[in-house]
């Protein structure tokens, strides 16, 4: 499909920021994360006839409400200075893309997805230098349909931040900015940088082709898979695809290199709600760890069972701990020691490590900007090796968009547990 863009704007809150309020420092947590910008694209089918007049009047108002929110979201709109590692609130503004797309939207939600595509629908790029913050992209398609992508500096907040974010642009945009409510931008005092040394960044494939392929797990396959599971424990949906999924990549690696060898299981968690410090869910910023595991692979480990059992317990582990902190110092503390774990263990060349990002139990489907929720969610791919779980639009369902090697996504959809429980 070809991509021309028609316009590139900078939108700038609506109201400039008080002085008091130009500088946020970034927390240690946020020191952490990649310099990357993770993102998604959110899909929606045209509902009207008047296309050319229906999209010019929604770009009007994703522009006006996108200005509106940024007023209230207004460390969005500034830029990192990496030196200093703070946010300048200076409402430099977020870049606004509008393209226009020669062909069809159902071609796309209907065909095979690329990463040369999603790449072009939502610019890729590396750290901020003094580039903006946020990206938006606004894809029109000749039917009227709309993809919106936005991409953000990972630094500036985890997926948590910027779904809240994205829900409090589209409701600004249906029913007014007086409706969203103000974030809590208090982490960075909470949890101030004291360096650390330690980047949670996976390594990045160059030179590597890359496919994104999407694993819809319905409701009734996450059932199935649950009752194939431990019988003695509380199994979560996210444990099962990734226990299914793991499974067949060991399958995969273990024909690649002729032998088993050590699995490493790693997993982002949200540790808002899960430790006993007064941090409300809406705060603003990377709250988040790395939780990860390293399993010698045997024979007698390769049956579904002994992987939910693997990731449950992975799981089981790492909340126990956390719910136990009491104070921010061991808080930050475990935070780092996952990070050093997770950057030890997925740069290892000896290792078959399988990285999940799990974006589940997030509202995307509850965007709505006013012309209804949209039909599909996607993550923006990264040059990365990854494993992305979202919730799907069906009842209960997960969607697994896993970015691999062209060989690799071969072997996944030959796969006969793949076959068995996705479409």
Known sequence: MKIEVQSKKLIKPSAPTPNHRRKLNISCIDELVQPLYAGFLFYYQADGENHEEDIFQRLRLLEESLSETLAIFYPLAGRYVEEGLFIDCNDQGVEFVHAKVNGQLDQLLQGEFDTDLLGRLSKFRMGPASNPLVMIQANVFECGGLVISLRSY?????????ATFMNS??????????????PYFELSSLFPVKGSG????????????????RFLFSGAALSRLKLAGPKNVRISRVEVVSALLCKALVTLDRA??????????????NLRGRVNLPIPTNAFGNFVTKV??????????????????????????????????????????????FAREYKERVNSDEDNVVDFTSWCGFPFYDIDFGWG???????????????????????????????????????????????????
């Open 154 to 162: 990972h630094k500036l907040g985890d997926m948590c931040t910027m």
């Open 198 to 213: 330690v980047t949670l960044m996976p390594p990045l494939l160059a030179g590597v082709k890359l496919t994104i392929n």
């Open 373 to 423: 929720k949209p039909d599909l969610v996607s993550n923006a791919g990264n040059p990365v090796r990854k494993i992305v779980l979202i919730d799907s639009k069906s009842e209960g369902g997960i969607d697994a968009w896993i970015i691999v090697g062209q060989e690799e996504k071969v072997l996944l959809e030959q796969d006969p547990d793949i076959v068995a429980f996705t479409s």
């Open 292 to 337: 990860n595991a390293r399993h010698t692979m045997h024979q007698s480990s390769l049956d579904f069972e002994a992987f939910v059992k693997m990731i449950h317990d992975m799981f089981a582990s790492a909340k126990t701990r956390f719910a136990a902190i009491a104070d921010r110092e061991s808080c930050m503390d475990m935070v780092k020691e």
């Open 256 to 269: 690649k290199h002729g032998r088993l060898r050590p699995l490493v299981i790693c997993q982002n968690m």
């Open 169 to 182: 642009w589209a409701t600004a945009c249906r029913s007014g900015v007086h409706e969203v409510a103000s």
